[in-house]
Structure formats: structure tokens, C-alpha cells
């Protein structure tokens, strides 16, 4: 839902801001929405994390999920 987005970017941003640094690499942004995204919608999660990771072969993709189903 949109509010569930609200919710999962204010921590996103609040965690940014606790770093007390004035810029952040998108890497840190995709960590932390990476982060949130896991235990608000696992197959969100998943879809993001095959653009965000690039996965560069099914092999990789495959071990992503292993461990997704171990957590």
C-alpha cells in the first residue's frame, strides 16, 4: 500500500540521517531499502533485489534465492 511505502522510505531516510553525513551513495539507499523491503514483501523484495544486485547469470539468481528461503 502507499502508506506502506511512506512507512519503508521515512526509515530509509531516518537511517540516512542517523549516519549524520551530508551525501549518501545509492549503494547505502539500496542497502537500507533492500533492508526494509525484506520484512514488508518478500517478493518486492526479491524483484528488487534481481535489478539492484545484477545478477549476472540464473546461478546467481538461484543462490539469491537459497538464501532468501533460509531466512
Do not use: C, W
Amino acid at each position: 500500500t502507499m502508506d506502506q511505502i511512506h512507512l519503508l522510505a521515512g526509515h530509509v531516510r531516518q537511517d540516512l540521517m542517523l549516519k549524520g553525513k551530508e551525501e549518501v551513495t545509492s549503494q547505502e539507499i539500496g542497502d537500507l531499502v533492500m533492508k526494509y523491503l525484506k520484512d514488508l514483501d518478500r517478493i518486492a523484495y526479491i524483484r528488487f533485489a534481481s535489478v539492484y544486485k545484477k545478477f549476472e547469470d540464473p546461478e546467481d539468481f538461484k543462490q539469491f534465492l537459497l538464501e532468501v528461503k533460509k531466512q
